[in-house]
């Protein structure tokens, strides 16, 4: 069975923590907790991204999950085209570390175009406890 949830996000920094909130409850509803703390920071790292980098001023971002069978999908949307790249970060860098963070924690992640404008950065999660009796 198919679950899914999104919520949409106002562009304030206090976005993150809500984004994190949401993410936590809809798991923990749908009973799917093995992974969530890789979801969670995920889910902070792609929604920083998008605040910081991928809306345009004054919008906001969407948070989706999707699972199915033992796998868990999230997607940030943003109103950005801009596609985000990985990069090596230097030790004194304050920043630049998300998606190298994404790349390690997710089993697979991607980016790909939103109609009629932006883009969805995803990252998918395998072993999220689908196989529920």
């Known amino acids: ?6 919520r949409f996000f106002k562009a304030t920094p206090k976005a993150i923590q809500q984004a994190r909130e949401f993410a936590t409850a809809t798991l923990a509803g749908w009973g799917r907790g093995e ?3 890789d979801i969670r ?15 345009v001023s004054d919008h906001g971002f969407l948070v989706r999950l999707d699972a199915e069978d033992d796998v868990v999908r ?4 943003d109103s950005r085209c801009e596609r985000p790249t990985t990069r090596e970060a230097a030790d004194t860098d304050l920043s630049g570390r998300g998606l190298v963070l994404v790349a390690a924690l997710a ?5 790909q175009d939103r109609a009629p404008l932006g883009k ?3 990252s998918s999660f395998k072993g999220t406890g689908g196989n529920r009796a």
């Open 1 to 6: 069975m198919m679950e899914t949830d999104q």
């Open 35 to 37: 992974r969530i703390d």
């Open 74 to 77: 999230l997607e940030v949307h």
């Open 41 to 55: 920071l995920c889910v902070s790292e792609l929604a920083t991204n998008a605040l910081v980098h991928g809306t």
């Open 107 to 111: 089993d697979d992640w991607g980016v």
């Open 120 to 122: 969805i950065v995803w």
